[in-house]
């Protein structure tokens, strides 16, 4: 069971935010008495162990790249490591979600419900049925090194869609990235 419930997560994430471009909610917050403008280089922490359950290679590359030109658009220069001013953190999950949907045909006799000549003599038929999707999260943390604290987090999530197109999911994870660190409070400079 254990098994199968790591092989659906790491189907889903493979997948991650392929549909996010409709659908993806962010959130955010960060330290008001920082200067986000003395930054200037940013390094990545070690990948989470705890990504590659849920995220295969192709997805982490992806992640990774996409962060890493949102944060040069901003005018930083990348570092080896955490050596950076900033250190970036970057956390997946995916969880299995269940919705049950209901769906109600109304027939009768006549012209319609407000037409028929027997009102209240029409049948109806619910259909009601379980529908399955994975939510996938992806977490951006950004810390100082020299003070080795937290000073911006983003947050986005969505409901993951199964395109196997690895060119969607190029685009997709970029928008999903772009949409996550948009309220950085260091603007992009350029695309």
Do not use: H
């Not at 529908?131 to 911006?152: A, H, M, P, R």
């Amino acid at each position: 069971m254990k098994a199968l419930r790591s092989s659906i997560l790491l189907l889903a994430t493979i997948l991650i935010f392929s549909a996010c471009s409709d659908g993806i909610t962010v959130t955010s917050d960060y330290d008001k008495e920082v200067d986000f403008t003395k930054y200037k280089t940013f390094g990545f922490l070690p990948w989470p162990q705890e990504n590659d359950a849920v995220v295969n290679e192709f997805d982490k590359k992806r992640i990774l790249d996409a962060t890493r030109e949102e944060f040069k658009a901003r005018g930083m220069t990348e570092v080896p490591g955490p050596s950076g001013d900033v250190a970036i953190n970057i956390f997946v999950t995916a969880e299995n979600k269940t919705e049950t949907q209901a769906y109600t045909n109304y027939y009768n006799a006549g012209y319609g419900y407000y037409y028929s000549p027997y009102m209240g003599m029409g049948t109806s038929t619910t259909t009601v049925r379980d529908v399955n999707y994975v939510v996938g999260t992806i977490i951006v943390d950004v810390f100082e090194v020299s003070g080795k604290k937290l000073v911006w987090q983003g947050v986005g999530q969505g409901v993951v869609d199964e395109s196997p197109n690895a060119r969607k999911k190029d685009e997709n994870v970029d928008y999903a990235m772009a949409k996550i660190l948009a309220p950085y409070p260091i603007k992009k400079t350029s695309n």
